[in-house]
């Protein structure tokens, strides 16, 4: 991640797990969080881009943004 990217309030580091323990851990963590905070995650599960793509769209939840780094992703979720 770089400097243009914005700050998070909680991040949840699902690397080494696969579908669907990153989804499940990230939804756990936003329902404890107040609406408009974002939550940073990291995964190496290449099928969660698709996961959090399909997963944003059906909770109303932003996906503000992802990316690749360090060998595997990231991704910028803001609270509904």
């Known amino acids: 991640m770089d400097s243009e990217t914005p700050a ?3 991040e949840v580091d699902a690397r080494g797990l696969n579908c669907p323990l990153p989804i ?3 939804k756990k963590t936003l329902n404890d969080m107040q609406s408009g905070q974002v939550v940073r995650v990291l995964t ?3 099928g969660s ?4 793509e399909a997963f944003t769209r059906q ?22």
């Open 8 to 10: 998070h309030d909680r």
């Open 24 to 26: 499940l851990r990230t």
């Open 44 to 46: 190496t599960d290449p």
């Open 49 to 52: 881009v698709r996961d959090f």
């Open 59 to 80: 909770t109303g939840n932003a996906l503000m943004a992802q990316g690749e780094a360090d060998g595997g992703f990231w991704f910028l979720l803001r609270r509904r």
